[in-house]
């Protein structure tokens, strides 16, 4: 089973700034099969990205995402207020999914 | 417009039993997996198995097989999440969410999650 490790826990950033999150995987993941999401307090997850670089349906090209092997990276080149939540990557196919622990953006 | 609506929040004893349920809405949902992932505090998000309703195929994740059990309903487009004694380790969030090709795509529609809460 592929662990999904992220890095940092939390990032303290202002509006406007570039957020860079990392996501590396136990062992190489296939690029097809990585996804990112967001998560507010109180709501679901909500996909960003997948396939490691495409944009789900009506995501901002703010986002955005890349990688390959074992290290992947989702990069908000600059935070809205409303970007403020958890970020978790996610790998899928093989037969199940498995998530990272998240990242944290959070107001400096 | 595709919604996945969950059963409210449960409270029940360890010991019990528990079924939650998730409704699809706006999409063939015959044709769509539906997978169940438990949130806590302590351990994140956690896959817990996912179902294909037309043919019924479940898969479960290696963390839940045994524990509980996955099912649908065509009739009614629900899919469920059930337990036959409950723990308090079960407390938790417990999202549905659908997709297309579970071996090709993420999850793209998530319900609003059902919090279960188990305690004596």
């Known amino acids: 089973e592929i662990v999904l490790t992220q890095s940092p826990g939390t990032l303290s950033l202002s509006p406007g700034e570039r957020a860079t999150l990392s996501c590396r995987g136990s062992?190489?993941?296939?690029?097809?099969?990585v996804a990112w999401y967001q998560q507010k307090p109180g709501q679901a997850p909500r996909l960003l990205i997948y396939?490691?670089?495409s944009r789900a349906t009506g995501i901002p090209d703010r986002f955005s995402g890349s990688g390959s092997g074992t290290d992947f990276t989702l990069t908000i080149s600059r935070l809205e207020p409303e970007d403020f939540a958890v970020y978790y990557c996610?790998?899928?196919?093989?037969?199940?999914?498995?998530f990272g622990q998240g990242t944290k953006v959070e107001f400096k | 417009e595709v919604r996945l609506v969950q059963s409210g929040a449960e409270l029940k004893k360890p010991g019990e039993s528990l079924k939650i349920s998730c409704k699809g809405f706006g999409y063939s949902f015959r044709h769509y997996w539906i997978g169940w992932v438990r949130q806590t505090p302590g351990k994140g998000l956690e896959w817990m198995g996912v179902i294909y309703p037309d043919d019924s195929k479940t898969i479960y994740g290696p963390s839940f097989q045994g524990l509980v059990t996955i099912s649908a309903d065509n009739s009614v487009r629900t899919a469920y999440l059930q337990w036959s004694s409950l723990k308090a380790s079960d407390t938790a969030i417990y999202y549905c969410?659908?997709?297309?090709?579970?071996?090709?795509?993420?999850?793209?529609?998530w319900g609003q999650g059902s919090l279960v809460t188990v305690s004596s």
């Open positions: 396939g490691a670089s």
């Open positions: 996610q790998q899928y196919g093989n037969s199940s999914w498995t």
């Open positions: 062992q190489s993941v296939n690029i097809t099969y």
């Open positions: 969410a659908s997709v297309r090709y579970f071996d090709w795509l993420p999850p793209d529609y």
